[in-house]
């Protein structure tokens, strides 16, 4: 398994993640998917700070709000 990690700074620091960071991961399966993700990402103006791991990520849930997503869940724009 495979892990693609970052943080959303759109949606850091109010509604659900006032006073924290959000942090978005997403589960892959194969290398080749974290790769796609993290492509997808770095196309994305609120991502920052994306990496790939194969350690499952855990933060602090006083300084964060994380949401994870499994690969096939996850709609176009995150798999072309």
């Known amino acids: 398994m495979f892990y693609v990690t970052m943080s959303d700074k759109f949606l850091s620091g109010w509604g659900k993640a006032e006073g924290k960071t ?3 991961v997403v589960e892959c399966e194969t290398f080749e998917q974290a790769e796609t993700i993290q492509n997808n990402a770095r196309n994305r103006q609120e991502m920052k700070y994306i990496n790939i791991t194969t350690k499952k990520p855990y933060y602090n849930l006083s300084r964060y709000i ?5 690969y096939d869940s996850l709609g176009n724009i995150w798999k072309k």
């Open 66 to 70: 994380t949401t994870i997503k499994k």
């Open 22 to 24: 959000a942090k978005f």
